[in-house]
């Protein structure tokens, strides 16, 4: 069983260096909307044996969301504000990649060290989350556009999520839904703001936003 | 006397097999365009034609411009001859071949480059300025690559690093390698062996000049090259020493011919990268074989 | 002879071409080479025959007994030493003949066989004030001879550099002399592994040694120095001298307790300084200055083989340590010959056209054929191409570190990343000397003097033939040196006295001979079908262009941008560009230039920082009397404060 959720997850890994290394924004979203899915999968594969309703339910609900609608809203987005395909990078794209493999061995290493329940620490569970939430700040960081920054964000919730698998038991996934809920309204919002700063300044390019530091 | 047969027909095996790849690949890329496409002998005619024809030196080339050509031949057949092939095993194995073999390939690389430069033509600096760069990257990812299978295997010579299944990392392995093959033997994405513009060119810029029997020489040795890598990336990822003889020379030849589909597929559907998107690729493939050899770790110490 | 009486003859000799050789060039020569000779035989003695040589006087020098040693080690780099200095004297005897240089070609020749000598004396030297005494003698010689050409100001500014530099390792070490005294209660310099208490002295070894050999970042002078002295002496200094700090490390690390990071930290160094070294050699554009930085990348990678050997002693005694040690002693030997080897031809490319810029030249080959192929079999050689001698010592450092790997120890974790940088780092030597070889004797000739260069005379051309052969034989027959090597490695760590080669020397000596042989035979057998096929002469294929001119070939900065481009966080490269504009354009210029990074953006920073706070302090000087009467009122008045403060309990 672990074999295959781990499978998943290298998976999942994977997919952040192609986050990262990509040039172009399709790429981008596309990279986040399939780890969106394969994160979907994840609770239903750790919950084989005592499958619930509501289990299936939220996975069903995190495939549609994190898969189809949020990619569907950016690359609306993208299309509505003209934006243009091309990614500028504030750190390159070999460094970004090559701190975000470091940064994916650190995590595997680290989580030896942790303190887990023992039928988590033979997993990826941990690692893969950290991996994830390191994704997203580089993304955050070294990346001038909203719309990449966006996706940035919502990989860094991806390795939320993936933290919360952890507690799937203790947890009621009610709290899952509740911080889906809040990311495709953050994500709503953004498109909204996406919009404004595009007519403010013509152009999408966060740099542009430090005159309105005074 | 039975060793000396025994190297003789080997090394009939590597020349006389080697010019067949490039022949499939354009085959394969001929179907995929929905054309004949030239016959898959054609890399022998154009061998043995070039075998015959008179050489055109440029005034400024020295001796050196022929003999690297020959010097390169030479390192790259005997890079061939250290690989092990499957049941048939290998004509010298010893611990640390496999380091003979790399830096075998890279005396190949410094006499391509040494000739190219010979000319004084700002193109084939050009080229030998981007393959001896690329390299830099490639090495790394085909010394990783390495490390992955020592580590797996505990074994520091080619004949016993190769023969057992290489667990959980072979995907990441498989996919790091044939992204170092396309860069090494130059293919698509990374250079198009068909362009006619010299400025995009990598390896094709390098022997512009050359003609006659040092091409020929060149481009045997670069058909060497490419089966080389071809066998290296199917023995590392098959579990080639596990099998009856017969069935390991049959999964050999399979994987070979798979390779080299999948090369002509590639070289059909992908167009060529920009230059300054082909570190960023080779970052890709040094960071698959660098998880594959974590996994390799992570995998042998549970 | 016993090996005292070659040594007493060859030191006879040194100082008899010292006294003899200041006005007549030939006796000189002949001495020179007889002491070199000498003490070639005096550590091939040792080396082979196994006992190392003691001698203790009876009289005091400086209130201390004089001890002399030489064992395994020390003859390994005595060896060194003979064989650079030998091949050196007879270069320089035409390279900077009297003829050419009638003031500084008697004080070279002086500073030359005192440098030998000061050199023999560091590695005889077995009592630690009389080693510092000849440490410091023989670094003082070396600024002498960085400065021979002392009327130019680069040359002014090197020595400079390369002096406070010495005297900084210098200063480390005398803190580590002095405390190794303190401790063992003797000057005396012997085995000390039992003493834990020693242990942290291997650290101020490290820096002291450390800024002689100059691995990376303790390498700042030796670009300006290897660069502007003398060819023949650079070919020492690189070749030869950086090794005496090399000598310390390797001697101190086998007599010193080991702490348990020393290992990490000597392996970690050495990576970087392999990578980053050859990095910068790549950048650069003057070809003494790329040959400076490849030194920085073979001193990394010496530091590898040393750096797993310390791991190994750490782990108790792993055979893997055996592998690397003998990989780094045949390194420092492989090095000093093929670095030697590339100087002198350097040299004769300098004396024919007298630039340094690559980009200057080209088209060399057909004036200076000897040189050409003697610098190119030089470029392989250090790029670790086989059938060579750099492929085998870099062949069992890789070995070594993959012994380490397949324990999947702890050690594991510093060994992956060492052997991927080390095959990064090779990749780049090839790049480099692919640029170097072929940017100055390949292609047209790019300016005036390198049309009209000329070939070098015999006594030029004999000392590189003979170091292309040492090159060629430690290739092609690496088992003949094992047994040097064994008694070497043993006198370091007696646990790893076993006869045997640890890894198939001999097989991979005999593939390497095939190849070369086969190599030869494909070479001729294509030229001659070429030939018999007919050979035509035209125009270099420039796509057609009918009118191709010198300056349109590659450039020292073109061929190296993609790679520095990778590298431009650390190499810090300038560029000075001015495109064309417009349908007439002006003139356009694009500059690049590689400084030194630490050097430059380190420590000048850091030290024009603590000369503005001196000046400062510099207002109290203010040249009045009455002021200076008041200080030393004040100090007074301080002292005794301090004394009243002090007193109360």
Same mark, same amino acid.
């Given at each position: 069983?672990?074999?295959?959720?781990?499978?998943? $997850? &290298?998976?999942?890994?994977? #997919?952040? %260096?192609? *986050? =990262? +290394?990509?040039?172009?924004?399709?790429? !981008?979203? @596309? /990279?986040?909307?399939?780890?969106?899915?394969?994160?979907?999968?994840?609770?239903?594969?750790?919950?084989?044996?005592?499958?619930?309703?509501?289990?299936?339910?939220?996975?069903?609900?995190?495939?549609?969301?994190?898969?189809?609608?949020?990619?569907?809203?950016?690359?609306?987005?993208?299309?509505?504000?003209?934006?243009?395909?091309?990614?500028?990078?504030? $750190? &390159?794209?070999?460094?970004? #990649?090559? %701190?975000? *493999? =470091? +940064?994916?061995?650190?995590?595997?290493? !680290?989580? @030896? /060290?942790?303190?887990?329940?023992?039928?988590?620490?033979?997993?990826?569970?941990?690692?893969?989350?950290?991996?994830?939430?390191?994704?997203?700040?580089?993304?955050?960081?070294?990346?001038?556009?909203?719309?990449?920054?966006?996706?940035?964000?919502?990989?860094?919730?991806?390795?939320?999520?993936?933290?919360?698998?952890?507690?799937?038991?203790?947890?009621?996934?009610?709290?899952?839904?509740?911080?889906? %809920?809040?990311?495709?309204?953050?994500?709503?919002?953004?498109?909204?703001?996406?919009?404004?700063?595009?007519?403010?300044?013509?152009?999408?390019?966060?740099?542009?936003?430090?005159?309105?530091?005074? | 006397?039975?060793?000396?047969?025994?190297?003789?027909?080997?090394?009939?095996?590597?020349?006389?097999?080697?010019?067949?790849?490039?022949?499939?690949?354009?085959?394969?890329?001929?179907?995929?365009?929905?054309?004949?496409?030239?016959?898959?002998?054609?890399?022998?005619?154009?061998?043995?034609?070039?075998?015959?024809?008179?050489?055109?030196?440029?005034?400024?080339?020295?001796?050196?411009?022929?003999?690297?050509?020959?010097?390169?031949?030479?390192?790259?057949?005997?890079?061939?001859?250290?690989?092990?092939?499957?049941?048939?095993?290998?004509?010298?194995?010893?611990?640390?071949?496999?380091?003979?073999?790399?830096?075998?390939?890279?005396?190949?690389?410094?006499?391509?480059?040494?000739?190219?430069?010979?000319?004084?033509?700002?193109?084939?600096?050009?080229?030998?300025?981007?393959?001896?760069?690329?390299?830099?990257?490639?090495?790394?990812?085909?010394?990783?690559?390495?490390?992955?299978?020592?580590?797996?295997?505990?074994?520091?010579?080619?004949?016993?690093?190769?023969?057992?299944?290489?667990?959980?990392?072979?995907?990441?392995?498989?996919?790091?390698?044939?992204?170092?093959?396309?860069?090494?033997?130059?293919?698509?994405?990374?250079?198009?062996?068909?362009?006619?513009?010299?400025?995009?060119?990598?390896?094709?810029?390098?022997?512009?000049?050359?003609?006659?029997?040092?091409?020929?020489?060149?481009?045997?040795?670069?058909?060497?090259?490419?089966?080389?890598?071809?066998?290296?990336?199917?023995?590392?990822?098959?579990?080639?020493?596990?099998?009856?003889?017969?069935?390991?020379?049959?999964?050999?030849?399979?994987?070979?011919?798979?390779?080299?589909?999948?090369?002509?597929?590639?070289?059909?559907?992908?167009?060529?990268?920009?230059?300054?998107?082909?570190?960023?690729?080779?970052?890709?493939?040094?960071?698959?074989?660098?998880?594959?050899?974590?996994?390799?770790?992570?995998?042998?110490?549970? | 002879?016993?090996?005292?009486?070659?040594?007493?003859?060859?030191?006879?000799?040194?100082?008899?071409?010292?006294?003899?050789?200041?006005?007549?060039?030939?006796?000189?020569?002949?001495?020179?080479?007889?002491?070199?000779?000498?003490?070639?035989?005096?550590?091939?003695?040792?080396?082979?025959?196994?006992?190392?040589?003691?001698?203790?006087?009876?009289?005091?020098?400086?209130?201390?007994?004089?001890?002399?040693?030489?064992?395994?080690?020390?003859?390994?780099?005595?060896?060194?030493?003979?064989?650079?200095?030998?091949?050196?004297?007879?270069?320089?005897?035409?390279?900077?003949?009297?003829?050419?240089?009638?003031?500084?070609?008697?004080?070279?020749?002086?500073?030359?066989?005192?440098?030998?000598?000061?050199?023999?004396?560091?590695?005889?030297?077995?009592?630690?004030?009389?080693?510092?005494?000849?440490?410091?003698?023989?670094?003082?010689?070396?600024?002498?001879?960085?400065?021979?050409?002392?009327?130019?100001?680069?040359?002014?500014?090197?020595?400079?550099?390369?002096?406070?530099?010495?005297?900084?390792?210098?200063?480390?070490?005398?803190?580590?002399?002095?405390?190794?005294?303190?401790?063992?209660?003797?000057?005396?310099?012997?085995?000390?592994?039992?003493?834990?208490?020693?242990?942290?002295?291997?650290?101020?070894?490290?820096?002291?040694?450390?800024?002689?050999?100059?691995?990376?970042?303790?390498?700042?002078?030796?670009?300006?120095?290897?660069?502007?002295?003398?060819?023949?002496?650079?070919?020492?200094?690189?070749?030869?001298?950086?090794?005496?700090?090399?000598?310390?490390?390797?001697?101190?690390?086998?007599?010193?307790?080991?702490?348990?990071?020393?290992?990490?930290?000597?392996?970690?160094?050495?990576?970087?300084?392999?990578?980053?070294?050859?990095?910068?050699?790549?950048?650069?554009?003057?070809?003494?200055?790329?040959?400076?930085?490849?030194?920085?990348?073979?001193?990394?990678?010496?530091?590898?083989?040393?750096?797993?050997?310390?791991?190994?002693?750490?782990?108790?005694?792993?055979?893997?340590?055996?592998?690397?040690?003998?990989?780094?002693?045949?390194?420092?030997?492989?090095?000093?010959?093929?670095?030697?080897?590339?100087?002198?031809?350097?040299?004769?490319?300098?004396?024919?056209?007298?630039?340094?810029?690559?980009?200057?030249?080209?088209?060399?080959?057909?004036?200076?054929?000897?040189?050409?192929?003697?610098?190119?079999?030089?470029?392989?050689?250090?790029?670790?191409?086989?059938?060579?001698?750099?492929?085998?010592?870099?062949?069992?450092?890789?070995?070594?570190?993959?012994?380490?790997?397949?324990?999947?120890?702890?050690?594991?974790?510093?060994?992956?990343?060492?052997?991927?940088?080390?095959?990064?780092?090779?990749?780049?030597?090839?790049?480099?000397?692919?640029?170097?070889?072929?940017?100055?004797?390949?292609?047209?000739?790019?300016?005036?003097?390198?049309?009209?260069?000329?070939?070098?005379?015999?006594?030029?051309?004999?000392?590189?033939?003979?170091?292309?052969?040492?090159?060629?034989?430690?290739?092609?027959?690496?088992?003949?040196?094992?047994?040097?090597?064994?008694?070497?490695?043993?006198?370091?760590?007696?646990?790893?006295?076993?006869?045997?080669?640890?890894?198939?020397?001999?097989?991979?000596?005999?593939?390497?001979?095939?190849?070369?042989?086969?190599?030869?035979?494909?070479?001729?057998?294509?030229?001659?079908?070429?030939?018999?096929?007919?050979?035509?002469?035209?125009?270099?294929?420039?796509?057609?262009?009918?009118?191709?001119?010198?300056?349109?070939?590659?450039?020292?900065?073109?061929?190296?941008?993609?790679?520095?481009?990778?590298?431009?966080?650390?190499?810090?490269?300038?560029?000075?560009?001015?495109?064309?504009?417009?349908?007439?354009?002006?003139?356009?210029?694009?500059?690049?230039?590689?400084?030194?990074?630490?050097?430059?953006?380190?420590?000048?920073?850091?030290?024009?920082?603590?000369?503005?706070?001196?000046?400062?302090?510099?207002?109290?000087?203010?040249?009045?009397?009455?002021?200076?009467?008041?200080?030393?009122?004040?100090?007074?008045?301080?002292?005794?404060?301090?004394?009243?403060?002090?007193?109360?309990?």
């Amino acid at each position: 069983m672990s074999g295959t959720l781990n499978l998943v $997850i &290298g998976l999942a890994m994977g #997919l952040n %260096l192609i *986050a =990262l +290394g990509s040039s172009r924004l399709p790429m !981008l979203i @596309r /990279a986040m909307s399939v780890q969106g899915v394969l994160l979907g999968v994840m609770p239903l594969l750790m919950e084989s044996e005592r499958l619930d309703w509501r289990i299936v339910l939220v996975a069903l609900a995190t495939m549609a969301g994190k898969g189809v609608l949020i990619p569907g809203l950016l690359r609306r987005a993208m299309r509505a504000a003209n934006i243009e395909r091309e990614i500028e990078p504030f $750190i &390159g794209f070999v460094p970004s #990649l090559l %701190l975000g *493999a =470091l +940064g994916t061995i650190t995590a595997v290493a !680290l989580a @030896r /060290a942790l303190p887990l329940l023992p039928e988590h620490a033979g997993t990826l569970l941990v690692p893969g989350s950290l991996a994830a939430i390191l994704t997203g700040f580089i993304l955050l960081i070294g990346r001038t556009k909203a719309i990449s920054q966006v996706c940035g964000y919502l990989i860094l919730e991806n390795g939320i999520y993936l933290f919360g698998l952890v507690l799937i038991h203790s947890t009621p996934l009610l709290v899952e839904s509740g911080i889906l %809920l809040d990311v495709t309204v953050g994500v709503f919002i953004i498109g909204i703001i996406v919009d404004r700063i595009q007519r403010a300044f013509d152009s999408l390019d966060t740099r542009k936003l430090t005159t309105l530091r005074e | 006397m039975t060793l000396i047969l025994h190297l003789i027909l080997r090394l009939a095996l590597w020349l006389l097999l080697a010019p067949l790849l490039p022949g499939i690949i354009n085959k394969v890329k001929a179907w995929v365009a929905g054309r004949r496409g030239p016959p898959v002998l054609q890399l022998y005619y154009d061998l043995a034609k070039l075998w015959k024809k008179s050489v055109v030196l440029s005034q400024l080339a020295s001796p050196g411009f022929v003999i690297g050509p020959a010097v390169g031949w030479v390192a790259l057949v005997g890079a061939a001859l250290l690989m092990p092939l499957g049941p048939a095993g290998s004509a010298l194995s010893f611990r640390g071949d496999v380091l003979l073999l790399i830096y075998l390939l890279a005396l190949a690389r410094f006499c391509t480059a040494w000739a190219a430069m010979e000319t004084g033509s700002a193109f084939e600096g050009m080229g030998a300025a981007r393959e001896v760069s690329y390299a830099v990257l490639a090495e790394a990812a085909i010394i990783a690559a390495v490390l992955s299978l020592i580590v797996h295997t505990g074994s520091v010579s080619l004949i016993t690093m190769l023969a057992p299944s290489p667990g959980a990392g072979a995907a990441l392995l498989a996919a790091g390698l044939f992204t170092v093959l396309l860069a090494e033997n130059c293919r698509v994405p990374f250079d198009d062996p068909n362009t006619h513009l010299e400025l995009t060119m990598i390896h094709e810029a390098m022997v512009l000049d050359h003609s006659g029997p040092p091409l020929a020489v060149i481009l045997h040795g670069a058909s060497v090259k490419l089966l080389l890598f071809a066998v290296l990336l199917v023995q590392a990822v098959l579990p080639i020493g596990e099998m009856t003889p017969p069935a390991a020379a049959g999964a050999l030849a399979a994987g070979v011919l798979l390779v080299t589909i999948s090369v002509g597929l590639v070289e059909s559907l992908l167009a060529r990268l920009a230059f300054r998107r082909v570190p960023l690729l080779l970052t890709t493939a040094f960071l698959l074989c660098v998880f594959a050899l974590l996994v390799a770790w992570k995998g042998d110490a549970t | 002879m016993t090996v005292g009486l070659l040594l007493l003859c060859a030191c006879l000799a040194l100082g008899t071409s010292l006294v003899l050789g200041y006005r007549r060039p030939r006796v000189w020569l002949t001495w020179t080479v007889a002491g070199a000779v000498l003490g070639l035989v005096a550590a091939l003695r040792v080396l082979l025959g196994g006992d190392p040589w003691e001698w203790q006087s009876g009289f005091l020098l400086g209130g201390e007994a004089v001890h002399l040693r030489l064992d395994g080690i020390s003859a390994v780099f005595l060896l060194l030493v003979a064989v650079g200095g030998g091949t050196g004297a007879v270069y320089s005897h035409e390279y900077w003949s009297d003829r050419r240089n009638p003031s500084s070609a008697p004080r070279g020749r002086a500073w030359w066989s005192a440098l030998l000598l000061c050199m023999g004396l560091v590695l005889t030297a077995s009592n630690g004030l009389h080693f510092l005494i000849a440490w410091e003698l023989f670094a003082i010689c070396g600024y002498f001879l960085i400065t021979l050409d002392r009327e130019r100001s680069g040359v002014r500014a090197a020595g400079w550099l390369y002096l406070a530099a010495s005297h900084a390792g210098t200063m480390g070490l005398f803190a580590f002399f002095t405390l190794w005294a303190s401790l063992t209660g003797s000057w005396d310099l012997c085995p000390m592994r039992t003493h834990p208490e020693l242990a942290p002295l291997f650290w101020l070894a490290l820096f002291g040694f450390g800024v002689k050999a100059g691995f990376f970042p303790l390498h700042i002078w030796l670009p300006s120095a290897h660069a502007n002295a003398p060819s023949h002496v650079s070919a020492i200094m690189s070749g030869v001298a950086i090794k005496m700090g090399l000598y310390g490390i390797v001697r101190f690390s086998g007599w010193l307790p080991i702490p348990p990071a020393a290992g990490w930290v000597v392996l970690g160094l050495g990576a970087t300084s392999a990578l980053l070294g050859i990095a910068f050699a790549f950048a650069q554009n003057d070809f003494k200055r790329l040959l400076a930085y490849c030194s920085v990348e073979n001193i990394g990678i010496i530091m590898i083989g040393v750096g797993v050997a310390l791991l190994a002693v750490t782990h108790g005694d792993a055979p893997w340590g055996r592998l690397a040690l003998a990989g780094a002693l045949l390194h420092v030997w492989n090095h000093g010959a093929f670095k030697s080897l590339l100087f002198f031809g350097a040299g004769s490319v300098l004396h024919a056209t007298g630039t340094r810029e690559m980009s200057r030249l080209g088209g060399l080959v057909r004036n200076m054929p000897w040189t050409a192929g003697l610098f190119a079999l030089g470029a392989m050689a250090v790029a670790g191409l086989p059938p060579l001698n750099g492929f085998v010592s870099e062949w069992l450092i890789y070995l070594g570190l993959f012994e380490v790997v397949t324990g999947k120890g702890t050690t594991a974790w510093i060994a992956l990343p060492a052997a991927i940088m080390l095959a990064m780092a090779g990749a780049l030597a090839l790049a480099s000397f692919a640029k170097a070889g072929a940017l100055i004797f390949l292609g047209a000739a790019r300016t005036e003097p390198a049309t009209q260069a000329h070939e070098c005379g015999y006594w030029m051309r004999g000392p590189m033939l003979a170091l292309a052969c040492v090159c060629v034989v430690m290739g092609l027959a690496p088992i003949i040196f094992w047994p040097a090597l064994a008694c070497a490695v043993s006198s370091w760590c007696p646990a790893w006295a076993a006869g045997t080669p640890p890894a198939p020397l001999a097989t991979l000596g005999s593939a390497q001979l095939t190849l070369a042989l086969v190599v030869l035979a494909a070479a001729t057998a294509l030229w001659w079908k070429s030939a018999a096929n007919g050979l035509r002469r035209g125009l270099t294929w420039d796509c057609g262009y009918a009118a191709p001119t010198a300056r349109m070939q590659y450039t020292s900065a073109s061929f190296a941008d993609i790679a520095v481009g990778w590298f431009r966080w650390a190499l810090q490269p300038e560029r000075k560009a001015h495109r064309p504009h417009g349908d007439f354009p002006a003139k356009a210029i694009r500059l690049e230039r590689t400084p030194e990074m630490v050097l430059e953006h380190i420590l000048t920073p850091v030290g024009d920082l603590i000369m503005r706070a001196s000046a400062t302090v510099r207002r109290l000087q203010q040249g009045r009397l009455q002021f200076y009467i008041l200080y030393v009122l004040a100090a007074l008045v301080g002292i005794g404060l301090l004394v009243l403060v002090g007193r109360t309990p």
